[in-house]
T-cell receptor
Framework: KAGVTQTPRYLIKTRGQQVTLSCSPI?????VSWYQQTPGQGLQFLFE???????NKGNFPGRFSGRQFSNSRSEMNVSTLELGDSALYLC??????????????FGPGTRLTVL | DQQVKQNSPSLSVQEGRISILNCDYT??????FLWYKKYPAEGPTFLIS?????DKNEDGRFTVFLNKSAKHLSLHIVPSQPGDSAVYFC????????????FGQGTRLTINP
């Protein structure tokens, strides 16, 4: 079974631009979560999508948004990029068959550098 | 507001000995705890988890201990192997909004031959 895939793996943008990152979950997984990893803040939860609906949201400004498609693939978008948005963006998918926690499987991440 | 803390940024252990990684949390509503392992240029890989109704969970060389009164958990790796060298993250989840994980800052474990 293929794992979680993320594209692109590396991205360089300049301040003020916007960026879209893509995540394909493991087949059959309906929940997709996004995390940001930076040296200073560690791994922080951005948001979770389930059945095309945002179900949970972390403490990030509105410049960070996402969506999920009917095939469970997800995209996240960051508008008006700032230098501090440079980070590794990780996507994780899970089955989420009930209300309790389901193991999340992480992709390799997209390394975003903002110049 | 760091709800999950790993106070040791790094740990060095000799091959064959026990590695003990520690994690503290502040939110008593967390009810599920996990350890992830991360190699450079890869996403975190799930290692082991424990529900708040238990105080110990074992899986091969890995054992997680949970002390709810102290809000502390630890990961024991016995015996430590060179391939265990990685960054280890402790994470916690609430029953509500269960897929939202709160991570610690990570501990870099180095196993020396």
């Amino acid at each position: 079974k293929a794992g979680v895939t993320q594209t692109p793996r590396y991205l360089i943008k300049t301040r003020g631009q916007q960026v879209t990152l893509s995540c394909s979950p493991i087949s059959g997984h309906r929940s997709v979560s996004w995390y940001q990893q930076t040296p200073g803040q560690g791994l922080q939860f951005l948001f979770e999508y389930f059945s095309e609906t945002q179900r949970n949201k972390g403490n990030f400004p509105g410049r960070f948004s996402g969506r999920q498609f009917s095939n469970s693939r997800s995209e996240m978008n960051v508008s008006t990029l700032e230098l501090g948005d440079s980070a590794l963006y990780l996507c994780a998918s899970s089955l989420q068959t009930g209300p309790v926690y389901n193991e999340q499987f992480f992709g390799p991440g997209t390394r975003l550098t903002v110049l | 507001d760091q709800q999950v803390k790993q106070n040791s940024p790094s740990l060095s252990v000799q091959e064959g000995r026990i590695s003990i990684l520690n994690c503290d949390y502040t939110n008593s509503m967390f009810d599920y705890f996990l350890w992830y392992k991360k190699y450079p240029a890869e996403g975190p890989t799930f290692l082991i988890s424990i529900s708040s109704i238990k105080d110990k969970n074992e899986d091969g060389r890995f054992t997680v201990f949970l002390n709810k009164s102290a809000k502390h958990l630890s990961l024991h790796i016995v015996p430590s192997q060179p391939g265990d060298s990685a960054v280890y993250f402790c994470a916690a989840s609430l029953l509500q909004g269960a897929q939202k994980l709160v991570f610690g800052q990570g501990t870099r474990l180095t196993i020396n031959p």
